[in-house]
């Protein structure tokens, strides 16, 4: 008998959703992904304590400190995230740079250059990007540089679509905070096959597989182990160590949910002006986009004040 975990494995690349290095070397995920809310808790760890006062010792004399600071704690974490992961590590870029396409771009490239002074080659790496139409757009250059980039707080079908455009490698749609959204509007709870954002993923999948597109599919943001199982099969799915800990001492059954099918015509693409009115018809997407958006920023800001602080 094996666990839903390891059945899991068997037909879905399983990211940890994660900053905690400890959680990553016990679970042993493929891949990690971060975002400003898990550095900023990592940040908070005793554990990490003795790193954070070397880095600002190291330097304070910087011009615009704070943030140069917060850089290299970042991508710190990175490097150590990818010295255990044998995939890859997503690294998110600033918040307030998402509706900035060349500012987007040239954090990008200095966030890949100090991982490269790390030791740590761009292959290793994906650049998280919101994705708003400008994060898109600086996604579309940045694959053409060489630097694949994982496209998150994703909920619209116009988003998967622009993305899929863009020729980004991954794209990260989340599912609870989906399900958070529909519950609140409607006040049901959803079993797995019904939860709205299970089926908005199901649909992206759908779409990208039977339309030949190559951009990876992450499922992300997940409430409960349910969700997880009604997408087993999926490219990828990054999912938090209590969850992971969960299918690990699950040793029921797990069967598969999704497959490509056969691929048939390309999709028409889809312009700024398409995405801007399909995105904008869909009130969850629109609004938890921009809440998003918010609160990765307000965790950046959380971060830099710690930082502060110290200085």
């Not at 794209?171 to 797995?192: E, H, L, N, Q």
């Given at each position: 008998?094996?666990?839903?975990?390891?059945?899991?494995?068997?037909?879905?690349?399983?990211?940890?959703?994660?900053?905690?290095?400890?959680?990553?070397?016990?679970?042993?995920?493929?891949?990690?992904?971060?975002?400003?809310?898990?550095?900023?808790?990592?940040?908070?760890?005793?554990?990490?304590?003795?790193?954070?006062?070397?880095?600002?010792?190291?330097?304070?004399?910087?011009?615009?400190?704070?943030?140069?600071?917060?850089?290299?704690?970042?991508v710190g974490l990175g490097a150590e995230l990818a010295a255990i992961v044998p995939g890859r590590v997503?690294?998110?870029?600033?918040?307030?740079?998402?509706?900035?396409?060349?500012?987007?771009?040239?954090?990008?490239?200095?966030?890949?250059?100090?991982?490269?002074?790390?030791?740590?080659?761009?292959?290793?790496?994906?650049?998280?990007?919101?994705?708003?139409?400008?994060?898109?757009?600086?996604?579309?250059?940045?694959?053409?540089?060489?630097?694949?980039?994982?496209?998150?707080?994703?909920?619209?079908?116009?988003?998967?679509?622009?993305?899929?455009?863009?020729?980004?490698?991954?794209?990260?749609?989340?599912?609870?905070?989906?399900?958070?959204?529909?519950?609140?509007?409607?006040?049901?709870?959803?079993?797995?096959?019904?939860?709205?954002?299970?089926?908005?993923?199901?649909?992206?999948?759908?779409?990208?597989?039977?339309?030949?597109?190559?951009?990876?599919?992450?499922?992300?943001?997940?409430?409960?182990?349910?969700?997880?199982?009604?997408?087993?099969?999926?490219?990828?799915?990054?999912?938090?160590?209590?969850?992971?800990?969960?299918?690990?001492?699950?040793?029921?059954?797990?069967?598969?949910?999704?497959?490509?099918?056969?691929?048939?015509?390309?999709?028409?693409?889809?312009?700024?002006?398409?995405?801007?009115?399909?995105?904008?018809?869909?009130?969850?997407?629109?609004?938890?986009?921009?809440?998003?958006?918010?609160?990765?920023?307000?965790?950046?800001?959380?971060?830099?004040?710690?930082?502060?602080?110290?200085?």
């Amino acid at each position: 008998m094996t666990s839903k975990l390891d059945q899991l494995r068997k037909m879905t690349v399983v990211v940890a959703d994660t900053g905690d290095l400890e959680a990553v070397r016990r679970l042993a995920p493929q891949d990690c992904t971060t975002n400003p809310s898990l550095v900023l808790k990592a940040m908070q760890s005793p554990a990490t304590q003795d790193r954070f006062a070397a880095t600002i010792a190291r330097l304070k004399g910087q011009p615009d400190a704070v943030a140069a600071i917060v850089q290299d704690l970042t991508v710190g974490l990175g490097a150590e995230l990818a010295a255990i992961v044998p995939g890859r590590v997503s690294t998110e870029v600033d918040a307030r740079l998402s509706f900035d396409k060349a500012g987007s771009i040239a954090k990008a490239r200095a966030i890949i250059a100090a991982y490269d002074r790390l030791g740590v080659p761009k292959d290793r790496i994906l650049i998280k990007l919101a994705s708003t139409w400008e994060g898109i757009s600086a996604a579309r250059e940045l694959e053409r540089e060489g630097i694949q980039c994982n496209l998150t707080l994703l909920f619209s079908m116009a988003q998967a679509k622009a993305c899929a455009d863009a020729g980004v490698f991954l794209i990260s749609p989340f599912v609870g905070r989906i399900t958070d959204w529909f519950t609140k509007s409607t006040g049901k709870t959803y079993a797995a096959e019904e939860d709205p954002g299970v089926q908005s993923v199901r649909r992206i999948y759908d779409h990208y597989k039977s339309h030949g597109i190559q951009t990876v599919v992450m499922g992300a943001s997940f409430r409960n182990p349910g969700q997880i199982e009604a997408l087993a099969g999926c490219d990828r799915l990054t999912i938090s160590p209590e969850l992971i800990g969960k299918l690990a001492d699950d040793m029921g059954d797990l069967p598969r949910k999704l497959s490509p099918g056969a691929a048939g015509a390309a999709a028409a693409p889809l312009s700024e002006a398409d995405f801007r009115w399909e995105h904008n018809e869909d009130a969850m997407a629109t609004e938890k986009l921009a809440e998003g958006i918010r609160n990765f920023h307000a965790d950046t800001l959380k971060l830099e004040a710690m930082v502060a602080a110290k200085l």
